[in-house]
C-alpha cells in the first residue's frame, strides 16, 4: 500500500499562504463535517489532515502542486451529497479540497444556449437562473437542492431527465480542470462536434475526482418546453407498471421522465411527510413527464398514454399533481432512511431488463432475509433499492447483506448490466468493482491513472485502488 | 524517432500462420490499394509492407501479439474513405490490418432498440436493416455508402443527422477492442447510463485508431420518425441563410439536419451530375429536414419555419424533393474534386459563429489569393471548404496554402473552434494539432497513449507525435 506524508505545521503554512488562514481549516469539529457524506456505510471513512477551501482555479493548481511536492493526497470534494465515500478521505490519509467557495455563474447565455459556472454552483441554483432566462439545464438529480454542479460531473450524475437529455456528460461541453500534477487546462469546447485528438473530457466526467479537480464547467441549456405534462399511473404490480419502459418508446413516445416508485416507498414517504398519497394501500406508480411543443400536442399524446397504461394495466391513470408527485419522489431517500439503516443499491440494467431484474433481485431477497422498498429512474434502466436492516444485528445484518449483494449483482451482470448507474463506485463499492470488472478493462483504467497521476495524489483509493 | 523492424519472411510466415495464405497481401499492385485514402494530401503517405485480413476478433488480438513481439507497427484501416491519413501507413512503416472481412451484422434487436455489427459493415448497409425493421440508425456520415462503421467509431464520424441525434460517439453503446498489447476486452454497455469506473470507450472512440482495434460496436436505434419534412430555403446571402443556425433553434424547432450549401457548391453538383437545381445562378441553400409525429404536426411545422426562412430573407423556401436535394448534397465532394485538386478544410466552431466565420475565411481566401466553394454541417458548426488549387504551381499553391490556413485555424481558435468536427487528423493535420492545441492537453493525451502502448506499436504518428 502506499503512503503518504502526514500534514504537519509546515504544509498548513503553506497551505494558509497559498488560500488565507480562514480558509484552512482544522479544528476536529470542523473536520468532522468533511469525514462524511449522506451515504450510510462508513467504515472505511477517515477525519480528513485538513481542509482547504480555494477560491479560484489559480489556487487550486498550488494546492495540487504544493501536494505533490510534499506527497500528501488530495481528495476533491463539492456539496459532500455522495452516497459512496467518493468525496472522503480514506486509508490513505490526506487533505480535502472543498470546491464550495466557488460558485459563481460565470455567464448563462440564451443567445448561444450555454453557461459557464463554477463548480461549487448548486444545481438547483443553475436549473433557477436558467430558467429565469426561459432555458432548461437539463442535468437533474435528485439530490439538486444541495449538490454542486462540480459533484455531478465528477461522478456523471444522472437523474430524472436522463432517459431524454443524458447523464450529466451530455450537458458538459467542456471542463476546466487542475491535473494531478498541478497544471491547468481545459478540455472539451462550446462544441456540437469534434473529432480533434482525444474527448478526455468525457472520461474525466464520471472518473470521481481521480483524474483532475474539475473547477468550471460549460453546460448546454435547451429553450424550456412550451408545455409539460405530468402523468401518475398506479398499478396493482410493480411487474405492469414497469412494462411501461419498452412500451412508450415503441409507440413513439418520448418521455422527458419515466419513474417509478413501489407500493413501498410509496408508503414510506406518505408516513414521511403525513401526505396523503393516491392508491397508497396497494398501488405502484410511474410518474410521466412528457414535453409538447404546444397544448394541443399534450392533449393528444395524454390520450394516448392514457390508452397505452390501461393496456398495460393501469387501474388509474391520472394528470399529476406535477409539485406533489416530484415532492414525493425527491423525498424518498431521505424518508426511507427515517426509518432506519438501510443499505442502498444503485443497479443499472438495459431498460428492456429492468422488470425482470426487480422479480428477481425479490426472489434474492425472499432467500436471503432482507426487505426492500425500491425506485427506479425506469426509463433508464436504473433502479435503487433501500434494503432495509430491519433491527438485524451488525453481524447477521453484514452477513445476510453480502451474500444479498453476492446474488444481486451476479443478476446485474448476467443482464449486462453494472454495480452504478449514477451513485459512482468512492471507497464503499471498490470490492465489487475488482469482482465484476474485467482485469483487461481494469488495467486500462489503472493504467489511464497512474499516467497522469504517477504518485498517486489526487483522490486514491477510490473506484480502484492502484494495485489490487 | 522510434524505429520499428522491417516486415520479413518469418513475419509473413507468423501472419499466414494467423489469418490464412490468402489473407496476407503483400504484392505490390494490391499494396497500393491501401497505401491511400480520398484525401488529396498524401506526401507523408507510404505504402504499407503487408496488409492483413483477419476474420474474427480473435485473429485481430494474434495479429496484435505478433506485432508486439516483433516491434511493428499496425496501422487499423476500414473502407480507407478517410481524408486525412489516418488508416495508411507513414514514415514509420508497419502493416495495415483491415477490418473488411469482419463484416456481420450480428443483431438487429427491434424489441429492444439495438444493433451489434463487426467492425466492417458499411453504415449504409446498417442504416437499410435497421430501416426494415422500422428503425433508424441515427449515425449518417455523407460516405455512408461506402464508409465502416468501425471507421465511423474511430473517427467520431459526424454528418447530416448530428443536430439531432450527435456524433458515432452519441450512437455507440459499446465496443469489443482488441488493446494495444493484444488483449479483447467490451468497453460499455448496452446502458442509457452507468458511474461504474472510467467512460474508456468514450475516448477510444475517435482516438483514429491509436488506442485499440474496434472490431464490434452495439449501437442505439431509434423508431424511425413517422414523418420527416425536407425543406429547401434558398437565400441571396451566405450570411443570411447561416442565421437560422441560431434562429430555429431559439424559436424551438429541432431540426435533424440543417445543411448549408454556397452557391459555388451548387454549381460544382449541377455541373458534375447535369442535373439542374432550383436557383443555381445566385442561390445559396439552406437544406432543413424534421422529424415529425405525424402530418398535422409536420404541416404546422412547415408554416412556421417558412415564416421564420422568409423573415430571414430567403427569397424562395420549397417543400424539397428529398432524395434529388439529399443526392446533391452527398455528393457535393467528388463533384468539387473532380475539377480539379482541392485543398479540403473541416473547421468546426459553436454554431452561432459560423457565419461570421464563413466572412473571415473568405476574407482571408481574398488576401492569401484563395477561392474555395463551401458547404457546412452548419447545424453543428461544422463547416468544410474545398479550396481551389485552380492550376497554381507546387511551390505557389503550397505557400499561399500554408498562409490561408494559418490565418484560418487562427481564426477558428479565436473562436473557440478546432481543427477538425468529423475527419480526424491524422497524418495531414498533425502540425495544426502540434501548433494549436494546449501542451498540457497533449501531455495528457501522450500520457494515456504511452500508458496504453509503451511500445507505440498501434498506429503511430497518428494525431500527433509521441515526441515532439
Given at each position: 500500500m502506499q503512503t503518504y506524508t502526514v500534514v504537519n505545521?509546515?504544509?498548513i503554512k503553506d497551505l494558509v499562504a497559498i488560500v488565507g488562514n480562514k480558509y484552512v481549516l482544522t479544528e476536529k469539529d470542523r473536520l468532522v463535517l468533511y469525514g462524511q457524506d449522506e451515504g450510510a456505510e462508513r467504515k472505511a471513512y477517515r477525519l480528513p489532515e485538513a481542509v482547504v477551501l480555494p477560491a479560484t482555479t489559480e489556487e487550486v493548481a498550488a494546492v495540487m502542486q504544493m501536494a505533490v511536492k510534499y506527497h500528501i493526497a488530495v481528495i476533491p470534494r463539492g456539496a459532500g451529497t455522495g452516497l459512496e465515500g467518493g468525496a472522503v478521505a480514506n486509508k490513505y490519509g490526506g487533505i480535502i479540497l472543498s470546491t464550495e467557495r466557488m460558485n459563481a455563474v460565470l455567464e448563462i447565455n440564451d443567445e448561444?444556449?450555454?453557461a459557464r459556472v463554477e463548480a461549487g454552483v448548486i444545481t438547483a441554483d443553475l436549473q433557477r437562473m436558467a430558467a429565469a432566462k426561459g432555458l432548461l439545464y437539463a442535468g437533474d438529480p435528485c439530490s439538486g437542492d444541495s449538490c454542486f454542479i462540480g459533484g455531478n460531473a465528477a461522478t456523471n450524475a444522472g437523474g430524472n431527465r436522463a432517459v431524454k437529455y443524458g447523464t450529466t456528460r451530455d450537458q458538459v461541453y467542456a471542463v476546466k480542470m487542475v491535473t494531478p500534477k498541478g497544471e491547468i487546462v481545459e478540455l472539451g469546447g462550446r462544441l456540437k462536434k469534434s473529432s480533434t485528438g482525444y474527448a478526455l473530457e468525457k472520461v474525466v466526467?464520471?472518473?470521481?475526482?481521480?483524474?483532475?479537480?474539475?473547477?468550471?464547467?460549460t453546460v448546454r441549456l435547451v429553450p424550456l418546453p412550451p408545455v409539460s405534462v405530468h402523468i401518475l399511473s398506479v398499478f396493482s404490480s410493480a411487474q405492469e407498471a414497469l412494462s411501461l419502459v419498452t412500451v412508450l418508446p415503441k409507440n413513439r413516445i418520448e418521455t422527458t421522465c419515466l419513474e417509478f416508485m413501489d407500493n413501498e416507498s410509496i408508503r414510506a414517504v406518505e408516513r414521511f411527510t403525513g401526505e396523503r398519497q393516491v392508491a397508497s394501500e396497494k398501488g405502484n406508480y410511474m410518474i410521466i413527464q412528457i414535453d409538447c411543443r404546444n397544448e394541443d400536442e399534450a392533449d393528444a399524446i395524454c390520450m394516448q398514454v392514457d390508452e397505452i397504461c390501461r393496456t398495460c394495466g393501469a387501474t388509474d391513470v391520472f394528470m399529476a399533481d406535477a409539485d406533489k408527485i416530484w415532492r414525493a419522489r425527491?423525498?424518498?431517500?431521505?424518508?426511507?432512511g427515517a426509518e432506519g439503516p438501510v443499505a442502498m443499491e444503485d443497479f443499472v440494467v438495459p431498460p428492456d431488463c429492468i422488470a425482470?431484474?426487480?422479480?428477481?433481485?425479490?426472489?434474492?431477497?425472499?432467500?436471503?432475509?432482507?426487505?426492500?422498498?425500491?425506485v427506479s429512474h425506469a426509463g433508464d434502466g436504473n433502479i435503487h433499492l433501500d434494503i432495509l436492516r430491519n433491527g438485524l444485528t451488525d453481524a447477521e445484518w453484514e452477513r445476510?447483506?453480502?451474500?444479498?449483494?453476492?446474488?444481486?449483482?451476479?443478476?446485474?451482470?448476467?443482464?449486462?448490466?453494472?454495480?452504478s448507474g449514477e451513485h459512482g463506485i468512492g471507497t464503499v463499492r471498490k470490492g465489487f468493482m475488482l469482482t465484476y470488472t474485467d482485469p483487461?478493462?481494469?488495467?486500462?483504467?489503472r493504467a489511464l491513472k497512474k499516467a497522469w497521476d504517477p504518485d498517486l495524489i489526487l483522490n486514491p483509493g477510490k473506484i480502484f485502488d492502484i494495485d489490487g
Open positions: 505545521e509546515n504544509i448561444c444556449l450555454y466526467i464520471g472518473a470521481e475526482g481521480t483524474l483532475g479537480i474539475i473547477t468550471e464547467v425527491k423525498i424518498f431517500s431521505e424518508a426511507s425482470e431484474l426487480l422479480q428477481e433481485v425479490q426472489n434474492i431477497g425472499e432467500r436471503t432475509g432482507l426487505c426492500f422498498r425500491g445476510r447483506l453480502a451474500e444479498y449483494e453476492k446474488e444481486a449483482y451476479t443478476a446485474v451482470y448476467a443482464k449486462g448490466g453494472k454495480i483487461v478493462e481494469l488495467e486500462l483504467m
